[in-house]
Nanobody, 124 residues
Framework: QVQLVESGGGLVQAGGSLRLSCAAS????????MGWFRQAPGKDNEFVAAISRSGRTTLYADSVKGRFTISRDNAKNTVYLQMNSLKPEDTAVYYC?????????????????WGQGTQVTVSS
């Protein structure tokens, strides 16, 4: 079992920044890949970013590439999502997820555990 708890969401103006954190517990954090996804009202779950268990491999959605950065601190059992140059279309509930197969992937179905989500609202 893996427990994931997101934090860091909030309300920010367009052009601003937020850093999301996801604290993991229950299994050795460095043994699984992590991802961030988001879901806006009336829309499907959308891949945002993923990182391999070592942190050497990262993936990004085209819509956030160059603005968002995923990273992890295996000593702190935490994965981060630094979000810069935020846009109103980034408004969504953001979820972190753990992939026990250790691959960084864009596919939601590959992830085994999910957090409860944190709301990010970007005002124009």
């Amino acid at each position: 079992q893996v427990q994931l708890v997101e934090s860091g969401g909030g309300l920010v103006q367009a052009g601003g920044s937020l850093r999301l954190s996801c604290a993991a517990s229950g299994r050795t954090f460095s043994s699984y890949a992590m991802g961030w996804f988001r879901q806006a009202p009336g829309k499907d779950n959308e891949f945002v970013a993923a990182i391999s268990r070592s942190g050497r491999t990262t993936l990004y959605a085209d819509s956030v590439k160059g603005r968002f950065t995923i990273s992890r601190d295996n000593a702190k059992n935490t994965v981060y999502l630094q979000m810069n140059s935020l846009k109103p279309e980034d408004t969504a509930v953001y979820y972190c997820a753990a992939d026990l197969a250790t691959m960084a992937t864009r596919t939601p179905a590959a992830y085994d555990y999910w957090g409860q989500g944190t709301q990010v609202t970007v005002s124009s």
